[in-house]
Nanobody
């Protein structure tokens, strides 16, 4: 399975961006998809995840500002980011698992089988 992320860019504080991640290859509709981010010098951080039935899970830092969604027919997961802040600046990575993950499992990078190449989001003040 290959994941291709896109949609990053430079935006002013308070602005919005929409990231997309397309899965190709042998995909499974039962998988769990997620977004993580990593700023320079920091560990990879969980942002949001979505189960195949559409249920979602968010980090407290983005709850109410970011929305994750998926289109199973198109093997695509998206991340709508609103009210962006300079602290949101990071490389954003989509990830996928071949199996449904637990609530806690979705928040750990080690739970995922596949990773996209990352897309850079820069938020200026």
């Amino acid at each position: 399975v290959q994941l291709q992320a896109s949609g990053g860019g430079l935006v002013q504080a308070g602005g919005s961006l929409r990231l997309s991640c397309v899965a190709s290859g042998r995909t499974a509709s039962s998988n769990t998809m997620a977004w993580f981010r990593q700023a320079p010098g920091k560990e990879r951080e969980f942002i949001a995840s979505i189960w195949s039935n559409g249920a979602t899970n968010y980090a407290n830092s983005v709850k109410g500002r970011f929305t994750v969604s998926r289109d199973n027919a198109k093997n695509t997961v998206s991340l709508q980011m609103n009210s962006l802040k300079p602290v949101d600046t990071a490389g954003y990575y989509c990830a996928g698992s071949d199996r449904p993950l637990s609530y806690a499992g979705t928040r750990s990078p080690t739970s995922y089988d596949y990773w996209g190449q990352g897309t850079l989001v820069t938020v200026s003040s």
